[in-house]
């Protein structure tokens, strides 16, 4: 099993502000990884597949990067709607896995 | 316009036998490259992938979770099954149905049920 380890659990930053997340995968899972933003009492929705790529309706804000076993998430200046969770989920090996997620709180 | 929705009980006791509905519209799950399944999220934790059929009748499952489950379709009525044996404390969570199209990500999702294992 592939597991997705993303850091920090936690990021605190202010409305403006530039965001790096981190997904690490226990072994390469190529450019199969994707991104996903959770609100409170919300489903995931899809912000990014296969590495880069921006889902439908996603601001150009948020962008994905990486290959291999490291990958990245960019929020390049933060809006009060991108405060939530973030999920990375690789579809490279069965069985398909999520990362335990980061928090992108208000600072 | 392509929705799911999740239908259950929300307490189960524990030992007890879960059975998810997924009711979907917008689209056929015996169209190819179609699948649907279903991911868990316990209160405050991370997303769990659980199971997946697709529109050939594959299956699969969680490993960690394959021993108690079963996953099945009715596509004359836009539905899929999940059950689940034994169910326990631990397995108390959101479930979530999902469309997966040609072995993508997860654009559609259901808007969750909350099923509690308790006594």
């Known amino acids: 099993e592939i597991v997705l380890t993303q850091s920090p659990a936690t990021l605190s930053l202010s409305p403006g502000e530039r965001a790096t997340l981190s997904c690490r995968a226990s072994?390469?899972?190529?450019?199969?990884l994707a991104w996903y933003q959770q609100k409170p009492g919300q489903a995931p929705r899809l912000l990014i597949s296969d590495t880069s790529n921006r889902a439908t309706g996603i601001p150009a804000r948020f962008s994905g990067s990486g290959s291999g076993t490291d990958f990245t998430l960019t929020i390049s200046s933060l809006e009060p709607e991108d405060f939530a969770i973030y999920f990375c989920q690789q579809r490279k090996n069965w069985p398909l896995t999520f990362g335990q997620g980061t928090k992108v709180e208000i600072k | 316009q392509i929705t799911l929705k999740e239908s259950g009980p929300t307490l189960v006791k524990p030992t007890q036998t879960l059975t998810l509905t997924c009711t979907f519209s917008?689209?056929?799950?015996?169209?190819?490259?179609?699948?649907v399944g279903w991911i868990r999220q316990p209160p405050g934790k991370a997303l769990e992938w659980i199971a997946l059929?697709?529109?050939?009748?594959?299956?699969h499952y969680s490993p960690s979770l394959n021993s108690r489950l079963t996953i099945t379709k009715d596509t004359s009525k836009n539905q899929v099954v999940l059950t689940m044996t034994n169910m326990d404390p631990v397995d108390t969570a959101t479930y979530y149905c999902v469309l997966r199209r040609d072995d993508r990500f997860f654009v559609n999702w259901g808007q969750g049920t909350l099923v509690i294992v308790s006594s």
């Open positions: 917008g689209f056929s799950l015996s169209t190819s490259g179609v699948a």
């Open positions: 059929i697709y529109w050939n009748d594959n299956k």
């Open positions: 072994q390469s899972v190529s450019s199969y």
